[in-house]
Structure formats: structure tokens, C-alpha cells
């Protein structure tokens, strides 16, 4: 039904960009508003930003916003994750999730990872200083 498959991960240097990628085999990811967490090692799962179903609204958290962008092509069922100006604090195992439903309220999405019902594998980036 819903399996997310997460890419894109890997090794760089403070300053540097990657984009993570989302696919998801299954439905198409157009009826799920889609979010990306991060989980550092010792710390709990923490979110990163989201993405409402339509595409029209985003939320970040501060620690990434400006720096992280997310985006949907929904005709390539897939999410993005584009960082940039990486920080050695990013690093983390990245996890993109489907949620059933957009919140209702401004700005329509849900920070709360229980909020999300499918869950990919994670990627795993890492930021050197």
C-alpha cells in the first residue's frame, strides 16, 4: 500500500548540500501530507519539516529553516529533502513518513510524529566539521 523507500543520504563536509529523496512504491503519494524527521544517535526523533498534501504549505523547524527545503512530485511519487549549508548538528538518520490527513489548521501540518502513519527505513547523513 504505502512503502517508503528514502535515498540520498551519505558523507559530507560542514557547508556542503544533499537532497534526500522519498519514493514510494505503492499508492501514490498525492492523498499523504509527507513529513521528514531526523534521529540523532542518543536523542529522541525530532522533526524536520512537512509538506502538505496539495504542496501548497510547508512547515520547518527552526533548526533547518532557511537551510532545508522540501518539496513533492507527485507524478514521480516523491518527496525531497534538499539541505543545504549542512552543519555537523544534522547529522542524523533521516526518516520521510506519510500521514492520513492534513491538519486543519494553519499551516495545515502536523509536527508530531505520531501524526504519521507509514515510515521509510531512514537514510543515514553525516555532516563533518
Known amino acids: 500500500q504505502v512503502q517508503l523507500v528514502e535515498s540520498g543520504g551519505g558523507l559530507v563536509q560542514a557547508g556542503a548540500s544533499l537532497r534526500l529523496s522519498c519514493a514510494n512504491s505503492?499508492?501514490?503519494?498525492?492523498?499523504?501530507?509527507m513529513g521528514w524527521f531526523r534521529q540523532a544517535p542518543g536523542k529522541e526523533r525530532e522533526f524536520v519539516g512537512a509538506?502538505?498534501?496539495?504542496?501548497?504549505?510547508?512547515d520547518y523547524a527552526d533548526s533547518v529553516k532557511g537551510r532545508f527545503t522540501i518539496s513533492r512530485d507527485n507524478a514521480k511519487n516523491t518527496v525531497y529533502l534538499q539541505m543545504n549549508s549542512l552543519k555537523p548538528e544534522d547529522t542524523a538518520v533521516y526518516y520521510c513518513?506519510?500521514?492520513?490527513?492534513?491538519?486543519?489548521?494553519?499551516?495545515?501540518?502536523?509536527?508530531?510524529?505520531?501524526?504519521?502513519?507509514?515510515w521509510g527505513q531512514g537514510t543515514q547523513v553525516t555532516v563533518s566539521s
Open positions: 509538506i502538505r498534501r496539495t504542496g501548497g504549505n510547508t
Open positions: 505503492g499508492r501514490t503519494l498525492s492523498s499523504y501530507p
Open positions: 513518513a506519510a500521514g492520513l490527513a492534513d491538519n486543519p489548521r494553519p499551516p495545515y501540518i502536523y509536527r508530531s510524529s505520531g501524526r504519521y502513519t507509514y
